[in-house]
Every structure is written in structure tokens, then in C-alpha cells.
């Protein structure tokens, strides 16, 4: 099986994708062109959030191009060019972006794929120079290969996602992906173009003593969670937040530890999206052998209803998800 054939570290994308897919002999390959895809568009929005602070200014250094183009949202660049090769790759029949009200039909009538994106999440914090990050989830589609796609294709439960992954624009570029069989992480070197695997079969720590939470909502907290938060300042753990979900979510699936988004009077039924943040996310921490949950279910069982629809977010080290998890489950018999 996959996890049988080991890469070494240093292992290009490419490479690892082939090796792994050996394990699989009926494999057709289109999964794996996917992934190299989405990871040829993460190099393209590599390059363009690196360039992006300069253009307003390139034209004093005259190192401006004839266009003199104006300097584009960067999220806005990010879900184009997804899109572009998510299209071009002919793998993928729809996409789901945070950046688009309905699914796009990319044309491929014959791609097997749908892919829902958060092409750039937490773009608040690319104007400060703060890590920021893209989101991917990939299911098979449901209806016939050759026929238009639609929303049914996309509303899948998170349990039928076939692969889930992030891109992190951070001090160094990392993608980090799962199809199922483990989670892999793959570090960016831009001067070769090459994506080099540099975690394998990353597993977060069963405990952890960091703890995501947006301080500023604390009094809209339900008892259980401002108890738990409590319970971790008791117990000195250290409060880390950068306030971008892959940034905080990468560190605390290396270190340990655990994000929490609890509803609010702003977002009663909690920030994040499930499609495209939280069902990725979930299905990577439990490849990782974390826990994800809205306080009620795993992540992975919500049954989705609407594009967009948000839910409340516990993600992280099993043993702090399952301590929030019975904390609620106390307060919700209570009531
Ligand atoms: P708040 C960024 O806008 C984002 O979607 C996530 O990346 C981040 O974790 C969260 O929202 C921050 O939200 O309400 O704490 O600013």
C-alpha cells in the first residue's frame, strides 16, 4: 500500500507523486496531475505575493513592465489563477471558490474532479506582511463524466473529500497535502522551481499547550469555552494567534495544540467556511491523528446544504479537542 513505499526527504513533488503512485496500479494518474496543478499555481501566487508589496513602488526603481500594472487584489490574482490551472490541467469539471458565489464549470466535461478553494484565506493580513494561506479540498464528482456539473457535485460530505491540502505563504512556501494515506509536507525553493518533500507522515502531538482564540471575542463565548480558555491560562499554555487560520493551523498540527473559532454575536454560527476551510482542515488533522469539531459533531459529518454556509470551528491536538468537546457537551445537556 501507500504508506509501504517510502520517500526519502529531499524528494521532489513530482517524484513523490510518481513513487506513491506506484502503490496504486489502477490508478489512471488524473489525481496526481491535480496535485501538480494546484501546486504549479501556488508557485505563480508564490511569486506574485512576493512581488506584491514592490509594484506600486517598482516604477521609482523603473523596474516597472510596459503595462505599469496597477497592483491587483491579491486574492482576486490567487483565485484566477487557480482557476486558469485547474482549467488548463483538464482534471477538475467545477471549482468552488471563496471568491465566487456559484461553482464554476471550467468546461472539462470529462474532468473526474471538483475542487472547492479558498485560493487566498486571511488576505486582511497580506497588507501587513503576515503569512497567509490557500485551502483546497478535492472530491470525485457525482454526476456522469461528459455532463454539465453542478452544486451536487460540490455538496459532498467532508468524509467523500479524496484529497485536501494547503499551500503556506509564510518565511518559507510549504504545500502540505493528504489523499488519504497520511499527511506530507513539501517545502517551496524558488530559485529551482521545485517543491521538496520535507515532512513525511506529519502527525500532530496527542496534547499540546498552545491555544488559537481571537481574545478580542471572549465575551461571547458560551461558559464551557471561557472555562477552557481559563483552564489553559491556569495551566500557563501559551496563547498564539496570528490570526490566519493556515499559519495558526500549521504550527499548532507541528507543535500541538489547538484552534478554536466558537460562534459570536458577529458570527453566531461561527467565521469559517465549511466547504472550503473546514472540511480540508478536518480531513488533514485526522490524517494527522487530531480531532475537528463544531461543538456537536466532527467536522467531517456536518451534511453540507449551502456553498458558503460557515460553522464553528475546535480543531488540534485530540486530547485538547476532545476536552472542549465534553466542556460542551456538559453545557448542552445542562440547557
Ligand atoms: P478574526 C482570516 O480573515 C480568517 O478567515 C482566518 O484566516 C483567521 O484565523 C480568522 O479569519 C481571523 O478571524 O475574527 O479573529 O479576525
Known amino acids: 500500500s501507500e504508506e509501504d ?5 529531499g524528494t521532489t513533488l513530482d517524484r513523490f507523486i510518481m513513487r506513491k503512485q506506484e502503490a496504486f496500479p489502477y490508478a489512471t494518474g488524473e489525481l496526481s496531475q491535480l496535485i501538480r496543478d494546484i501546486a504549479l499555481a501556488s508557485k505563480i501566487i508564490n511569486r506574485e505575493i512576493n512581488r506584491a508589496g514592490l509594484i506600486n513602488i517598482a516604477g521609482m526603481y523603473g523596474t516597472q513592465n510596459i503595462q505599469g500594472e496597477e497592483q491587483q487584489k491579491l486574492d482576486v490574482i490567487a483565485d484566477v489563477r487557480f482557476i486558469r490551472a485547474l482549467k488548463n490541467g483538464g482534471e477538475v469539471c467545477a471549482i468552488i471558490s471563496e471568491e465566487q458565489d456559484k461553482i464554476i464549470d471550467t468546461g472539462n466535461r470529462h474532468g473526474k474532479y471538483v475542487v472547492a478553494l479558498d485560493p487566498l484565506d486571511g488576505s486582511s493580513n497580506i497588507d501587513v506582511n503576515v503569512s497567509i494561506g490557500s485551502i483546497f479540498s478535492v472530491y ?19 468524509r467523500k473529500q479524496v484529497a485536501a491540502g494547503y499551500v503556506l505563504y509564510g518565511s518559507s512556501t510549504m ?13 517551496y525553493d524558488a530559485s529551482l522551481g521545485e517543491f521538496f518533500l520535507s515532512h513525511t507522515e506529519i502527525k500532530i502531538p496527542e496534547k499540546g499547550k498552545i491555544f488559537s482564540y481571537n481574545e478580542g471575542n471572549y465575551d461571547d463565548f458560551s461558559p464551557a469555552i471561557q472555562s477552557y480558555i481559563t483552564d489553559c491560562k491556569t495551566r500557563r499554555y501559551s496563547g498564539r494567534y496570528i490570526g490566519s487560520l493556515v499559519a495558526d493551523f500549521h504550527r499548532n498540527m507541528l507543535k500541538g495544540g489547538i484552534y478554536l473559532y466558537p460562534p459570536t454575536q458577529k458570527a453566531p454560527n461561527g467565521k469559517l467556511r465549511l466547504l472550503y476551510e473546514c472540511y480540508p482542515l478536518a480531513m488533514l488533522i485526522e490524517q494527522a491523528g487530531g480531532m475537528a469539531t463544531d461543538g456537536k459533531q466532527p467536522i467531517l459529518d456536518i451534511v453540507p446544504t449551502d456553498l458558503h454556509q460557515r460553522t464553528p470551528l475546535y480543531i488540534g491536538s485530540a486530547d485538547m479537542v476532545r476536552t472542549v468537546t465534553q466542556g460542551l457537551e456538559t453545557e448542552y445537556a445542562a440547557q
Not at 504545500?175 to 517545502?187: C, E, I, M, P, Q
Open 5 to 9: 513505499i517510502a520517500v526519502p526527504v
Open 140 to 158: 470525485r464528482r457525482v454526476t456522469p463524466v461528459g455532463t454539465v456539473p453542478n452544486e451536487t457535485d460540490v455538496l459532498q460530505s467532508g
Open 175 to 187: 504545500l502540505v497535502y493528504t489523499t488519504g494515506h497520511g499527511v506530507h509536507g513539501f517545502t
